[in-house]
């Protein structure tokens, strides 16, 4: 008889290649029409609700592999929550207003911004924002994230806008919003206003120069024939000089050098003189600065005069202690020059060129007034020194160029009003990780009032009306009214309208006797809408709830989206929107390099999943320490193919050796099982625990690791290993092959249910293909529980011990490959030397030459090994060849064929086999 026809060889239509990129599509499309979100939602509705509340990306071009890290990790807990006992909605999210889209339109040519009303303007813009949400969201659902993406908020849509609305209404009324002129970051570039969440620092080469101003009235302290020195790196800001500052503590010096009497910090005397070439000067005068105050100098290039002030800021850390004040140009300026009544001077408009107000320098752009402005000084004789350096400055995030300190009215969001409470309610969230707190409240701790208008045409538009005295009306009812007109039609009609008809009908204010009103023309920062959002989100939608459990975005959103909706929920309802807040570092190249077109290191999440497939992506996120910055290349992509190709096999193994196991029939109860078959499911329950342990702590690289190792060390280089005998020599119904099956099919659907929110497609395609499922989707089950066996200790204990002497038998069989030219370890019979206790163990167990996987093994007292036996680490080692024939079935060598004349070739084990249950059958 052909024996072959008796070996229960693996049967399985799981295929051995992922084939991924084409797969996947069709798996996701499978998904929709059968609305597996919905499904899954609806089987989890009773559950304790879990909400990740979504950062929105901004709606504009392709997705790239931040977007991809950064949609991925959220998928992971929102999938493994809904599999451990949550309801755990998904509502994805976008942020549509804002500059990039007024300057994607124009840049285009999509758009004569000329020819357009600002209401036509708008509406090009949410067209192409709506455009730019349909392109990204195939691109996230490609990924295989799971949500519900046919409903998902978005900031221009007419509900958030009116919930927006109400979150600035109840700020008013809380006081906490205001006008006034104040420096502020400004883009030139952009012509707007910017918030500290839209600044990013860049190299910039700047002048540094001293200039001295003459003292016109010293206050009977001073000769007047001094000169204070100060120094700046914007020589540009001089022409709006109002002040000099001094520290009060601090001791002044009037030193005489070259025939001049200057006024400096002592502290910095002697680096100044080197500097300034002072080879013999004198101090002819020493004073407080406090002593100081109220001394008047003569600006060096106008005809007025600046005022010696007082101020803490003044520090010894660089220039001469003498500190050039531009109140309209600079933040702690602006403080100090308030508390003496000083003007906020700015002589700069809104596209960075000085007007009027800076005589000999009026229609220059700031920058380049830089060299004039010096050339004045040096050709008044003010100029002490001029230098270069190079530092990092302050430019839009957006055009990439420098931006200024420019004083203009605006509208601002107090945040010295809350700031105690924005502090207390950090220090009551979970971060993770833990330097995230630290981080923002020390944001909170030194950041100032929040500047939250934008002199741009596309956002929701300030809702304020003022009167004919041009006061400023915000009140309940305003604000009630024109949140349900915006609800209604949406906030278009702001610019539409005119003031009086976004009134409610007969309105009336003292502040316009004669019914005359205007209104607010600037947009809110973007920030506040997108930080508006656990309102207009989480408290607008029925099936979420404010606080939400956890937010996670980038390390950059500490100054962005953290930092908005904190201050914006805290102001409304006093606690902070996020019970937890997770953070990830940036993506870089394989070298650690940022990614850039022009270096050609770019790696585009479409292209990954057009080689390689979304599965592959998805277990490279989880495979990086993703809080801190992630690499990610064409080499290390390859390499978590290959660990997936690795697991890919492991499933298909067992697949292919379940496909006669009936789990309802064919299962062995724990009691029932062999020891090892016993160890197994205790080491698969080990696993279950440290995974769930894993997801729960968002540590996805414990739940890549443990799977990994599981199946590399436990699985397929152990328990698959000395099983393959079992499952294809013994008969089908055999005692141990069930149990080893039984083993396999728990092993099986643990790994799958797993690693079903890291790698869902292959996950789903396992589930298809193993017997006796109940649920048509993995991701509509639960995860694994973690299962109590009683008496497990001691035999952890025994299989533990046997698996590091098991490793001493695998390298001295590989080594006798190399050196004795036995290439199968059939074909080999192994002694081993080794204590006397770990010789009872092995003699304990039964059918060693299965678990070695050899042709005979003996045991034997490490005292009998002689010289020439190789030691290996916890035993020593002798292999030969096994002596007798191969069997023509299992493939054993053994002396005892021929023991049956009709099987002549056959082992004794193969014989009873083959006899009992084959021949006899046929």
Request: glycine share 6%; charged share 30%.
């Amino acid at each position: 008889m052909n024996y072959k026809d008796t070996l229960l060889m693996p049967k399985t239509d799981f295929p051995m290649r992922g084939n991924l990129p084409n797969r996947e599509p069709d798996m996701q499309d499978e998904w929709n029409e059968r609305e597996v979100y919905k499904k899954v939602q609806e089987r989890t509705k009773d559950r304790p609700l879990f909400i990740l509340h979504d950062g929105p990306p901004y709606a504009n071009g392709d997705i790239h592999m931040g977007h991809a890290l950064n949609k991925i990790l959220k998928d992971f807990i929102v999938r493994s929550k809904s599999m451990t006992g949550y309801n755990a909605p998904y509502v994805p999210g976008w942020d549509t207003h804002g500059l990039p889209i007024e300057t994607a339109l124009t840049k285009k040519g999509k758009v004569d911004r000329k020819k357009l009303s600002i209401a036509e303007f708008r509406q090009k813009c949410e067209e192409y924002a709506l455009e730019q949400i349909d392109s990204q969201r195939e691109q996230f659902k490609r990924l295989g994230v799971r949500g519900d993406w046919e409903n998902p908020y978005v900031t221009l849509t007419h509900e958030y806008e009116a919930q927006q609305i109400q979150v600035f209404g109840e700020m008013a009324k809380k006081g906490y919003i205001y006008k006034g002129k104040k420096p502020v970051y400004w883009s030139p570039s952009s012509e707007s206003a910017l918030a500290e969440a839209e600044i990013e620092y860049h190299d910039k080469r700047s002048a540094s120069i001293y200039v001295s101003f003459d003292v016109t009235e010293g206050k009977g302290i001073l000769l007047g024939d001094e000169k204070f020195v100060i120094w700046t790196t914007t020589p540009w800001t001089i022409p709006a000089n109002l002040a000099i500052a001094l520290h009060p503590e601090l001791d002044y010096v009037v030193v005489r050098a070259n025939e001049e009497k200057y006024v400096v910090a002592e502290g910095l005397l002697e680096e100044l003189a080197g500097k300034f070439e002072w080879e013999n000067y004198e101090i002819t005068g020493r004073f407080k600065g406090q002593q100081l105050e109220g001394i008047r100098t003569k600006h060096p290039l106008y005809d007025r005069e600046s005022l010696i002030i007082l101020g803490d800021h003044v520090t010894l850390e660089a220039g001469t202690g003498c500190v050039h004040t531009a109140p309209g140009h600079g933040e702690d300026d602006y403080i100090v020059g308030q508390r003496y009544e000083l003007d906020v001077l700015c002589p700069v408009d809104d596209k960075g060129v000085f007007t009027e107000e800076a005589p000999m320098f009026e229609g220059m752009f700031y920058d380049k007034a830089n060299k004039p402005i010096t050339d004045k000084l040096k050709e008044a004789g003010k100029l002490l020194y001029l230098d270069f350096f190079t530092h990092s400055y302050p430019h839009d995030w957006r055009t990439k160029k420098p931006v200024i300190y420019r004083a203009t009215a605006q509208w601002f969001a107090s945040i010295d009003d809350i700031r105690d409470n924005l502090l207390s309610e950090v220090e009551k969230v979970e971060w993770l990780p833990k330097w995230g707190e630290t981080r923002l409240y020390n944001m909170v701790r030194d950041r100032g009032d929040w500047c939250i208008s934008r002199q741009r045409a596309w956002g929701v538009p300030i809702p304020i009306f003022y009167g004919e005295d041009g006061e400023p009306i915000i009140t309940d009812e305003t604000i009630s009214h024109v949140s349900e007109l915006f609800r209604k039609h949406g906030s278009n009609i702001w610019f539409e309208k005119e003031a009086k008809e976004l009134l409610p009908a007969g309105y009336t204010s003292e502040h316009s006797p004669n019914g005359t009103f205007t209104k607010e023309t600037d947009i809110m920062d973007v920030w506040f809408d997108s930080g508006s959002s656990h309102q207009a989100v989480l408290e607008e939608r029925e099936d979420l709830q404010r606080p939400a459990d956890v937010y996670l975005e980038g390390s950059d959103q500490y100054r962005g989206w953290f930092n908005s909706s904190l201050t914006t929920s805290v102001a409304v309802t006093g606690k902070a929107p996020f019970k937890s807040v997770v953070s990830h570092g940036f993506t870089l190249d394989g070298k650690g390099k940022k990614m850039s077109k022009s270096l050609g290191n770019v790696i585009v999440p479409d292209k990954v999943m057009k080689q390689l497939g979304a599965d592959i992506l998805r277990l490279w996120v989880s495979s990086v320490d993703y809080q801190a910055d992630v690499r990610v290349s064409d080499d290390i992509l390859k390499q978590v193919a290959e660990v997936y190709r690795k697991i890919r096999n492991t499933f298909r193994f067992m697949l292919g050796n379940l496909a006669d196991f009936d789990p309802k029939k064919d299962n062995v109860d724990y009691d029932s099982l062999s020891s090892l078959n016993q160890y197994m499911l205790v080491k698969i329950n080990d696993l279950v625990k440290d995974v769930r342990k894993a997801y729960d702590d968002y540590q996805f690289s414990t739940v890549y690791n443990k799977v990994h190792n599981f199946c590399t060390i436990e699985l397929s280089s152990f328990f698959m290993d000395i099983a393959k005998d079992t499952l294809y020599t013994e008969h089908a119904d055999h005692p141990e092959r069930r149990g080893i099956q039984t083993v396999m099919y728990e092993a099986l659907t643990t790994l799958v249910k797993l690693l079903s929110p890291i790698i869902p497609h292959t996950a789903e395609e396992v589930w298809k293909h193993i017997p006796g499922t109940d649920s048509e989707a993995v991701q509509a089950t639960d995860m694994p529980e973690v299962q109590s066996f009683s008496g497990v200790d001691e035999t952890v204990a025994k299989w533990d011990r046997f698996m590091h002497l098991r490793d001493d038998v695998m390298k001295a069989l590989e080594d006798a490959r190399n050196d004795q030219g036995i290439k199968k370890n059939l074909h080999a019979a192994v002694e081993v030397f080794t204590s006397d206790q770990d010789k009872a163990l092995l003699e304990s167990i039964h059918e060693l030459t299965k678990l070695f996987i050899t042709s005979e093994v003996k045991v034997s007292s490490m005292e009998s090994a002689t010289e020439d036996v190789k030691k290996y680490d916890e035993m020593a080692v002798r292999v030969t060849r096994a002596e007798g024939e191969t069997c023509e079935r299992c493939w054993v060598v053994s002396t005892e064929l021929g023991k049956h004349p009709e099987h002549p070739n056959l082992c004794p084990d193969c014989t009873e086999t083959v006899v009992n249950h084959y021949v006899s059958q046929s």
